[in-house]
């Protein structure tokens, strides 16, 4: 029952043009707390996992509170000076003395918001943590690979189809580049990030385990590839040239170099892992041939293009902002302008491109540094920390290869879409940062000790 409520979730999220909106978003964050809190109450979390990943997201969550705390006007200007100047300009009642108090936050409300979804989200990873870890995640992972198929082929049925509008019926408010169920490409892009590694670690674990019991004959050998075993490494075979081809054919340049990315932290753990040269070599050759098949059907010429369009001195207009957010940070050093708040900070202190109005910095490193301050920067530090240290013990911890294979698909997927932050903000999607939730999930959880970890052939 979680399993199915875990993938709906999830299908909610990216079909729902990422969940960018109140009616998309409120219900995903209600039901990812629901999921997330029955999930937790099915095992409770070891001391290791309370000190490692518990407390730090708690601390997280409560820094964030702080910033909503209603201060006097002395106390907010000793602990935020511009804060206090940014609410003359943007708050009448605070600047005509109407309102006594305001908090760190020059954006409450939207703080709040933040601050739901972050608790949603955790909620979700945690549970799902401990989902995983009693029954493994090979229906999730069966059920997202082939979601994914279906959105890439959305993406890549739209897109020479496209007249305005998503679906053939929703048109975006602002000015889009849209591809498949997202308004820009970058962050389909991102979702397909997530996606695609924990596929392919799905299909290297089906690999390592593939003809175990299996009579060393050939014809017992060519008889295998028609199970059900066989079927499920084919369908995932698919699944990931199709999700790659999409993200290639979307034209996003940061989803092409972060996919990149991740298929090499893949083939890393490919040449370094404990199966036999046989099934590494199988391994690699299924990443090339898609790889191969991906670039021809597209074409080397058009993906050069792509690339030799980028303005390398402007960035594509990101550098601009990318120096807007760092002269908001130094602005706020100590308690950030609140979570969530960066698109009103910008109102303020945007100074380059004014004839529009970034209320991203294209970079999500430099626009949490700008709303977070040390308050905030500090726990999401220790999370990060926290979540990687248990990573590698859960990697020395594992015991089954497809155990180890899924995991490491997973921090495929975190080095991929953690890369394509530097220059977009797709986890501010709440649609993608919910699949976020369920891969960290998939990198955390304990290896069951009793199922198997392959991808059934009931989820595919």
Known sequence: ??????????????????????????????????????????????????????????????????????????????????????????????????????????????????????????????????????????????????????????????????????????????????????????????????????????????????????????????????TPAASQLALLAAAVTLMMLSVVLSMSRSGMLALMAALTVIGVFTVTSSMNWTRRILVGVFLSIAVIVVIMSVGLATMAARFAATDAKQYNTRKGAWIDALSISRLFPLTGTGFNTYGFATLVYQKHDLAHHYAEAHNDYLQFSAEGGLLLTVPAVVCAVAAA???????????????????????AAIVGIGLQEVVDFSLQMPGNAALMAIVCAIALHREPSERPLAVRATAL
């Open 1 to 226: 029952m979680l399993e199915c409520s875990i993938t709906i979730l999830l299908v909610w999220g990216v079909l729902t043009f990422g969940a960018v909106y109140p009616w998309a978003y409120w219900p995903l964050a209600m039901f990812s707390i629901v999921v997330g809190v029955t999930a937790v109450m099915t095992a409770a979390p070891t001391a290791a996992e309370r000190r490692l990943l518990v407390v730090p997201l708690a601390a997280f969550a409560i820094a964030v509170m702080l910033q909503l705390v209603p201060l006097s006007r002395g106390v907010l200007s000793a602990l935020s000076p511009h804060a206090a100047d940014v609410m003359e300009r943007l708050d009448p009642a605070f600047s005509n003395g109407l309102r006594a108090t305001h908090p760190l936050s020059i954006a409450p409300r939207s703080t709040g918001v933040g601050l739901v979804l972050w608790i949603a989200f955790a909620a979700l990873a945690l549970g799902s943590m401990h989902l995983f870890g009693r029954i493994g995640p090979s229906r999730v992972i069966g059920a997202m690979a082939m979601t994914g198929a279906a959105v890439a082929l959305i993406g890549i049925v739209q897109a020479p189809l496209y007249t305005g509008r998503i679906y053939g019926f929703w048109k975006p408010i602002f000015e889009a580049s849209p591809y498949g169920p997202f308004v820009n490409k970058n962050h389909f892009a991102g979702w397909m990030l997530l996606c695609i590694p924990i596929a392919v670690g799905a299909f290297a674990g089906g690999m390592s385990t593939a003809m175990r019991t299996v009579r060393p004959t050939w014809r017992d050998r060519l008889l295998w590839w028609s």
């Open 389 to 411: 240290t248990l990573i590698v013990k859960r990697f020395k911890s594992d015991v089954r290869r497809d155990s180890y294979w899924l995991r490491a698909g997973a921090v």
